[in-house]
């Protein structure tokens, strides 16, 4: 996304729906749930998308983010301080009923040998927000 965003968008979720649309088998998280090493903690993690704070063998521990959050310049609007081709992306944490919503603004900057240069540029926090349909 950050490469080719008008090829690309990344949008996280639950296992529900590429067991729906079939890009996931079923069978597969059964599997996991049966296997000795099952960990409830991590499954919620990484197939429900549920938050749970730091994991007991991170490689980073969560109070050394939270010290670090503190943009140093933050951009508000554009600040013309890279080339033309420069562009943004958010990138939206949706907070569940009693959580924040967290969008990170990333600042991408396109280089000539082809890589991009991608810097947080900001941080919004929304609390109390309700989403419906």
């Not at 197939?47 to 007991?56: A, D, F, I, R």
């Not at 990138?91 to 000539?112: A, E, L, N």
Request: proline content about 3%; overall charge negative; hydrophobic content about 30%.
């Amino acid at each position: 996304m950050i490469t080719q965003p008008e090829k690309a968008i990344i949008m996280g979720g639950t296992w529900r729906i590429p067991v729906l649309v079939k890009l996931l088998d079923k069978n597969f998280l059964q599997d996991l749930k049966n296997d000795g090493t099952f960990n409830e903690a991590s499954f919620d993690r990484e197939y429900e998308s549920k938050w749970s704070g730091t994991v007991e063998d991170a490689f980073f521990r969560g109070e050394v983010f939270d010290r670090n959050r503190k943009l140093q310049k933050p951009e508000y609007e554009n600040s013309g301080r890279s080339s033309r081709q420069a562009y943004y992306i958010l990138s939206v944490d949706v907070g569940r009923k009693g959580c924040d919503t967290v969008v990170c603004v990333f600042k991408v900057t396109p280089q000539s040998q082809g890589t991009s240069i991608k810097s947080l540029v900001n941080i919004y926090t929304m609390q109390d927000e309700h989403f419906e349909d």
